[in-house]
């Protein structure tokens, strides 16, 4: 009974806060716009019986799944946010991976202080994160006061409302989610293999791209997961950094949300973005399971 | 260590230059005269004024205290609970589902999470305010809490439950006597997180939140599209102070707690 | 374990078992952990399980904790059935494997911990663990944690933990695996002065077992969700009944063969055993013997082989057996009483005569089972009632003792141990010797199984 009622309460929680507000996306993404309240229709209606469930399936379609193919506003949308999500992520992981080297590399004593050090900012408001370096990237910002102090540029860039300043927004917040997962691998390595394969004839720069990079591999893997999934769907980042140019997912369903009030058009946009994110979600869980059983 | 050479040095030099920089400046600029936030016009606390004085941020900020408390504590209920069905429940109908609500929201974006809720709070006819940011915030914090809590669980020796059922505790007696306080660092941690992830979340509170709700992420957010100000500035500054206070003493809490172990330990071993 | 007055209710059929297993059986999914089992245990007995992992032996135990419950049949104690009573409310205490001792509370309230369930007044409490830290010898250590003190305190701690409820019956699940081999032979000690003076029934697993030989009034071997045998530990060694149980305790010879009725024409009684042990020793009479060879063989040694070249091996070792000789075997067995089970096993050896055989077991395939320590090794033949050729492979030297491997005609392998009574220096048998294996004919069982 005990039991029964432990494993009951997160479950009833998690089904009516997570999983019914699901189901209710799926099916408002097959309804239709409509001027009411709520702006939807059809509204399923239990008190008219069978004929009244049968009806409200009826007019159900994937009306607005054909709509997200013939504007291609959505179709460039979802390409740019992969676009942006790759590009940061590959940027994450070639400044990351060098932190995340050096800090394993530090002596022992010193390796929970740097270690704190990335993650601090995680504790930090993300928002705060982002807002920080819009002073910086603005065209009378700092960046540009101190490039055009040096004398390498005559006249202020535009690097604020970029998809640049987007860039260096994601790769700025993710950069802990790069750096802990690669640490945490390259930590365990024991450093007589190094010395092993020095001895058996390779150079330091060989040891590493044979040794150090393929024994980091399932912390490069988590790594870039952790940046790219999350990036997919950002809202904040581009919203205060990017330009009216930027196309983002997020921003796009934010905005069709908001300001057009097409709920149903958002629900078919928030459906393909989680169908797209399925297929990577997948690969991080099977390189999690990977490192579990080689870590027995 | 023997492989520490310059390139390690230059690229955490960088490295934590690029990390923290930015907050340096905020934290700088906060301090600022002028209203103009990139030109320095000399040492103020002015804006650090300004901002108690304004009545609409205070407001957010009591709101969204407010939210993380609830929202922390019930996630932490709830995800502790949570993780003990997840380690120990091996067989039960519907597991699969359960331990899939259970990780989905960690990497669900916030738009459609924040989406879908309010779609729900709607369905249902409930007024969108502070009661609907705790609901929104307490499902998607109790799945880290349960990750944070299951975490520890995996490590916990089962046999000391056992040993606490045999020595004449009822099962509660146990969690309560025994397991509790042994996952108790794990269990506050992950309260720890869930506040955070509360007071920092933006977007799941744009969807869930009423007019007559409005948390401090919402009042930032709506500030800063118009651009930099200093009052933010000031604002960040507190955040960003709160946070690494709270954060450099836990660390050095646990650091001491693990030292006086080891020195127990040692002494132990020698008789 | 000499116990006085001899300690054995289950040879009483009036006394009433404390446990009764009546047909328990444990699954596991497909797997079968503990397969229609049915044993009694008797109060004060100290009773050990003992088995390689995944006996099922934990599994017995800890549905005598209540921590599982059987898939079918009963377990009861002190007639009380025990299926739907959960841990807590049995009179039955644990000591854990890990110890289990919770790391958040000191010794003090690891102790107390079981006391303050029940409705015990406090100072009655305070009494009881002091009386237990007493007995422990843990007075000094009451306020510390359990990761301030060593693993040998731990362990007490356990100990007294669990003694605290004064329960009717004691599990204790590998309780010296975690300590050092010498710390562990003083704590067996411990365990058996401390189950004495408590006179609680005792339940250990163990898969050591010259601990479950030290410490238990009955052991019982397992294997595969079964109980091969119980009985007290010298009859598990002298007599086991199974090749599983003399190999699983300690070393054993085991030699396959067909039994034969011996033919019986004087009545057995006629011979008794030690008559025929008395001349089994040949190292008693072989002593004086060299003695008139010393000269010469100094002589050869030192004087004559640095000249002539290498030591004469054919002197050192026994001319290969004549014919005559092996088929006079039979003559020198002609003393040996008649009856019991003659072994047939090797056409280059004679049957190995076991009199203590039973009758019933002519014609069957049996092993024939018999201790190193049991067998005599000399290089002259013995007058035994078996008396078996070979060759020394190997020696052994363990201090105390000498294992000597040493392989038969045919290619049967032989393990026989002697005592160093003696200085190594004048071990007069070593490697590549001819020598002769000799037993009684009671010193071995046959096993049918």
Same mark, same amino acid.
């Given at each position: 009974?005990?039991?029964?009622?432990?494993?009951?309460?997160?479950?009833?929680?998690?089904?009516?806060?997570?999983?019914?507000?699901?189901?209710?996306?799926?099916?408002?993404?097959?309804?239709?716009?409509?001027?009411?309240?709520?702006?939807?229709?059809?509204?399923?209606?239990?008190?008219?019986?069978?004929?009244?469930?049968?009806?409200?399936?009826?007019?159900?379609?994937?009306?607005?799944?054909?709509?997200?193919?013939?504007?291609?506003?959505?179709?460039?949308?979802?390409?740019?946010?992969?676009?942006?999500?790759?590009?940061?992520?590959?940027?994450?992981?070639?400044?990351?991976?060098?932190?995340?080297?050096?800090?394993?590399?530090?002596?022992?004593?010193?390796?929970?202080?740097?270690?704190?050090?990335?993650?601090?900012?995680?504790?930090?408001?993300?928002?705060?994160?982002?807002?920080?370096?819009?002073?910086?990237?603005?065209?009378?910002?700092?960046?540009?006061?101190?490039?055009?102090?040096?004398?390498?540029?005559?006249?202020?860039?535009?690097?604020?409302?970029?998809?640049?300043?987007?860039?260096?927004?994601?790769?700025?917040?993710?950069?802990?989610?790069?750096?802990?997962?690669?640490?945490?691998?390259?930590?365990?390595?024991?450093?007589?293999?190094?010395?092993?394969?020095?001895?058996?004839?390779?150079?330091?720069?060989?040891?590493?791209?044979?040794?150090?990079?393929?024994?980091?591999?399932?912390?490069?893997?988590?790594?870039?997961?952790?940046?790219?999934?999350?990036?997919?769907?950002?809202?904040?980042?581009?919203?205060?950094?990017?330009?009216?140019?930027?196309?983002?997912?997020?921003?796009?369903?934010?905005?069709?949300?908001?300001?057009?009030?097409?709920?149903?058009?958002?629900?078919?946009?928030?459906?393909?973005?989680?169908?797209?994110?399925?297929?990577?979600?997948?690969?991080?869980?099977?390189?999690?399971?990977?490192?579990?059983?080689?870590?027995? | 260590?023997?492989?520490?050479?310059?390139?390690? !040095?230059?690229?955490?030099?960088?490295?934590?230059?690029?990390?923290?920089?930015?907050?340096?400046?905020?934290?700088?600029?906060?301090?600022?005269?002028?209203?103009?936030?990139?030109?320095?016009?000399?040492?103020?606390?002015?804006?650090?004024?300004?901002?108690?004085?304004?009545?609409?941020?205070?407001?957010?900020?009591? !709101?969204?205290?407010?939210?993380?408390?609830?929202?922390?504590?019930?996630?932490?209920?709830?995800?502790?609970?949570?993780?003990?069905?997840?380690?120990?429940?091996?067989?039960?109908?519907?597991?699969?589902?359960?331990?899939?609500?259970?990780?989905?929201?960690?990497?669900?974006?916030?738009?459609?999470?924040?989406?879908?809720?309010?779609?729900?709070?709607?369905?249902?006819?409930?007024?969108?305010?502070?009661?609907?940011?705790?609901?929104?915030?307490?499902?998607?914090?109790?799945?880290? !809490?349960?990750?944070?809590?299951?975490?520890?669980?995996?490590?916990?020796?089962?046999?000391?439950?056992?040993?606490?059922?045999?020595?004449?505790?009822?099962?509660?007696?146990?969690?309560?006597?025994?397991?509790?306080?042994?996952?108790?660092?794990?269990?506050?941690?992950?309260?720890?997180?869930?506040?955070?992830?509360?007071?920092?979340?933006?977007?799941?509170?744009?969807?869930?939140?009423?007019?007559?709700?409005?948390?401090?992420?919402?009042?930032?957010?709506?500030?800063?599209?118009?651009?930099?100000?200093?009052?933010?500035?000031?604002?960040?500054?507190?955040?960003?102070?709160?946070?690494?206070?709270?954060?450099?003493?836990?660390?050095?809490?646990?650091?001491?707690?693990?030292?006086?172990?080891?020195?127990?330990?040692?002494?132990?071993?020698?008789? | 374990?000499?116990?006085?007055?001899?300690?054995?209710?289950?040879?009483?059929?009036?006394?009433?078992?404390?446990?009764?297993?009546?047909? &328990?059986?444990?699954?596991?999914?497909?797997?079968?952990?503990?397969?229609?089992?049915?044993?009694?245990?008797?109060?004060?007995?100290?009773?050990?399980?003992?088995?390689?992992?995944?006996?099922?032996?934990?599994?017995?135990?800890?549905?005598?904790?209540?921590?599982?419950?059987?898939?079918?049949?009963?377990?009861?104690?002190?007639?009380?059935? /025990?299926?739907?009573?959960?841990?807590?409310?049995?009179?039955?205490?644990?000591?854990?494997?890990?110890?289990?001792?919770?790391?958040?509370?000191?010794?003090?309230?690891?102790?107390?911990?079981?006391?303050?369930?029940?409705?015990?007044?406090?100072?009655?409490?305070?009494?009881?663990?002091?009386?237990?830290?007493?007995?422990?010898?843990?007075?000094?250590?009451?306020?510390?944690?359990?990761?301030?003190?060593?693993?040998?305190?731990?362990?007490?701690?356990?100990?007294?933990?669990?003694?605290?409820?004064?329960?009717?019956?004691?599990?204790?699940?590998?309780?010296?695996?975690?300590?050092?081999?010498?710390?562990?032979?003083?704590?067996?000690? *411990?365990?058996?002065?401390?189950?004495?003076?408590?006179?609680?029934?005792? #339940?250990?697993?163990?898969?050591?077992?010259?601990?479950?030989?030290?410490?238990?009034?009955?052991?019982?071997? /397992?294997?595969?969700?079964?109980?091969?045998?119980?009985?007290?530990?010298?009859?598990?060694?002298?007599?086991?009944?199974?090749?599983? &149980?003399?190999?699983?305790?300690?070393?054993?010879?085991?030699?396959?063969?067909?039994?034969?009725?011996?033919?019986?024409?004087?009545?057995?009684?006629?011979?008794?055993?030690?008559?025929?042990?008395?001349?089994?020793?040949?190292?008693?009479?072989?002593?004086?013997?060299?003695?008139?060879?010393?000269?010469?063989?100094?002589?050869?040694?030192? &004087?004559?082989?640095?000249?002539?070249?290498?030591?004469?091996?054919?002197?050192?070792?026994?001319?290969?057996?004549?014919?005559?000789?092996?088929?006079?075997?039979? *003559?020198?067995?002609?003393?040996?009483?008649?009856?019991?089970?003659?072994?047939?096993?090797?056409?280059?050896?004679?049957?190995?005569?076991?009199?203590?055989?039973?009758?019933?077991?002519?014609?069957?395939?049996?092993?024939?089972?018999?201790?190193?320590?049991?067998?005599?090794?000399?290089?002259?033949?013995?007058?035994?009632?078996?008396?078996?050729?070979?060759? #020394?492979?190997?020696?052994?030297?363990?201090?105390?003792?000498?294992?000597?491997?040493?392989?038969?005609?045919?290619?049967?392998?032989?393990?026989?141990?002697?005592?160093?009574?003696?200085?190594?220096?004048?071990?007069?048998?070593?490697?590549?010797?001819?020598?002769?294996?000799?037993?009684?004919?009671?010193?071995? #069982?046959?096993?049918?199984?």
């Amino acid at each position: 009974m005990r039991r029964f009622a432990l494993i009951a309460v997160p479950y009833l929680w998690l089904l009516a806060l997570f999983l019914v507000p699901f189901l209710i996306v799926m099916k408002i993404s097959l309804s239709d716009i409509a001027l009411a309240i709520p702006p939807y229709t059809p509204k399923l209606d239990l008190t008219g019986g069978w004929d009244a469930v049968t009806s409200f399936f009826k007019a159900l379609d994937f009306e607005n799944f054909e709509f997200l193919t013939s504007d291609d506003l959505y179709w460039k949308a979802y390409l740019s946010s992969f676009k942006i999500a790759l590009i940061s992520t590959v940027l994450a992981l070639l400044i990351g991976y060098p932190i995340a080297y050096s800090m394993a590399r530090a002596a022992p004593e010193w390796r929970p202080t740097l270690l704190m050090l990335v993650i601090l900012p995680f504790w930090t408001s993300f928002l705060i994160r982002v807002y920080a370096w819009m002073g910086i990237l603005s065209n009378e910002g700092l960046l540009n006061q101190f490039l055009l102090w040096t004398g390498l540029i005559s006249e202020p860039l535009t690097i604020l409302n970029t998809n640049t300043a987007v860039y260096i927004g994601i790769v700025y917040t993710y950069l802990p989610f790069m750096i802990l997962p690669i640490y945490s691998t390259l930590e365990k390595m024991d450093d007589s293999l190094l010395e092993a394969a020095e001895d058996l004839g390779c150079s330091r720069t060989s040891a590493f791209w044979l040794i150090t990079v393929p024994l980091s591999k399932t912390g490069i893997i988590a790594g870039c997961f952790l940046v790219f999934i999350p990036t997919l769907g950002e809202f904040v980042i581009p919203s205060l950094l990017g330009g009216s140019q930027t196309l983002m997912i997020g921003k796009v369903l934010w905005e069709e949300f908001f300001n057009n009030r097409d709920w149903p058009v958002a629900s078919a946009v928030a459906i393909i973005l989680l169908l797209i994110l399925i297929i990577p979600i997948i690969l991080f869980q099977r390189n999690e399971q990977k490192q579990r059983e080689m870590e027995g | 260590m023997k492989r520490f050479t310059w390139f390690n !040095v230059t690229a955490l030099t960088l490295g934590f230059a690029f990390l923290y920089l930015p907050m340096v400046i905020l934290v700088i600029y906060s301090f600022n005269e002028s209203k103009l936030v990139t030109v320095w016009a000399g040492f103020s606390t002015k804006w650090y004024g300004e901002l108690l004085q304004n009545e609409a941020f205070l407001n957010a900020a009591w !709101v969204t205290i407010k939210v993380a408390v609830f929202s922390s504590t019930l996630a932490t209920v709830l995800g502790t609970m949570a993780a003990y069905v997840l380690v120990r429940a091996n067989r039960f109908k519907g597991r699969t589902l359960f331990s899939g609500m259970i990780y989905a929201p960690l990497v669900m974006p916030e738009v459609i999470t924040g989406l879908s809720l309010l779609l729900l709070f709607i369905g249902i006819g409930l007024d969108r305010g502070v009661l609907t940011i705790v609901l929104a915030h307490t499902t998607f914090a109790m799945c880290y !809490v349960s990750v944070v809590v299951s975490s520890r669980l995996v490590s916990f020796d089962r046999s000391l439950e056992e040993a606490a059922l045999d020595l004449g505790c009822s099962p509660w007696q146990a969690f309560r006597l025994v397991t509790l306080p042994i996952i108790a660092p794990a269990v506050i941690s992950g309260w720890l997180l869930a506040f955070t992830l509360s007071l920092d979340d933006l977007v799941i509170a744009s969807f869930t939140a009423g007019p007559s709700a409005t948390t401090l992420p919402i009042k930032i957010f709506s500030a800063v599209r118009l651009g930099v100000s200093p009052e933010i500035n000031a604002l960040s500054t507190i955040m960003i102070a709160i946070v690494t206070v709270g954060v450099i003493s836990a660390s050095l809490i646990s650091k001491q707690a693990s030292l006086k172990q080891q020195r127990d330990e040692q002494a132990a071993a020698r008789g | 374990m000499a116990q006085e007055p001899l300690f054995e209710p289950w040879n009483d059929p009036s006394e009433k078992p404390l446990i009764q297993f009546k047909n &328990v059986t444990k699954r596991f999914g497909d797997f079968i952990a503990i397969d229609d089992l049915t044993q009694d245990i008797y109060e004060k007995e100290f009773f050990a399980l003992l088995g390689p992992s995944g006996c099922g032996k934990t599994t017995m135990m800890r549905m005598l904790g209540g921590f599982e419950t059987p898939t079918s049949g009963t377990i009861s104690i002190a007639g009380q059935d /025990m299926n739907n009573v959960p841990p807590n409310k049995r009179a039955v205490n644990m000591m854990f494997q890990s110890y289990a001792l919770f790391p958040h509370l000191s010794i003090y309230e690891n102790i107390a911990f079981g006391l303050r369930r029940t409705d015990m007044a406090k100072d009655a409490i305070d009494a009881r663990v002091n009386e237990m830290l007493k007995l422990t010898r843990l007075e000094k250590f009451a306020q510390r944690k359990p990761h301030q003190i060593s693993g040998g305190q731990r362990q007490r701690v356990a100990l007294a933990r669990s003694l605290a409820k004064a329960p009717k019956l004691l599990l204790l699940d590998e309780p010296l695996g975690a300590l050092d081999k010498k710390l562990r032979q003083d704590t067996q000690f *411990e365990l058996m002065d401390i189950q004495e003076k408590t006179g609680t029934t005792f #339940v250990i697993v163990t898969h050591d077992q010259e601990e479950a030989m030290t410490v238990a009034s009955r052991v019982a071997v /397992m294997d595969e969700g079964r109980i091969i045998q119980v009985a007290t530990p010298d009859a598990i060694y002298e007599a086991p009944n199974s090749t599983y &149980v003399a190999d699983f305790i300690g070393d054993v010879n085991l030699i396959k063969g067909t039994a034969e009725l011996r033919v019986s024409s004087k009545p057995a009684e006629q011979t008794t055993p030690e008559t025929l042990e008395a001349p089994a020793d040949p190292f008693v009479d072989d002593t004086p013997r060299p003695q008139p060879n010393k000269l010469g063989e100094w002589l050869h040694d030192k &004087v004559l082989s640095p000249i002539i070249g290498e030591r004469d091996e054919p002197i050192k070792r026994l001319p290969p057996p004549s014919a005559a000789e092996l088929t006079a075997t039979p *003559e020198v067995t002609s003393d040996i009483p008649e009856g019991g089970i003659a072994l047939n096993w090797s056409d280059q050896h004679p049957a190995i005569i076991v009199s203590n055989g039973d009758e019933a077991q002519d014609g069957k395939a049996l092993t024939f089972a018999i201790r190193p320590e049991k067998l005599n090794i000399a290089k002259d033949k013995p007058d035994a009632a078996n008396a078996l050729q070979g060759t #020394v492979i190997d020696i052994a030297y363990l201090g105390n003792v000498s294992t000597y491997h040493v392989e038969l005609k045919g290619g049967q392998m032989i393990k026989a141990q002697m005592a160093n009574a003696r200085r190594l220096a004048k071990r007069d048998i070593t490697w590549e010797d001819t020598v002769w294996v000799s037993f009684t004919d009671t010193a071995g #069982v046959l096993l049918e199984r």
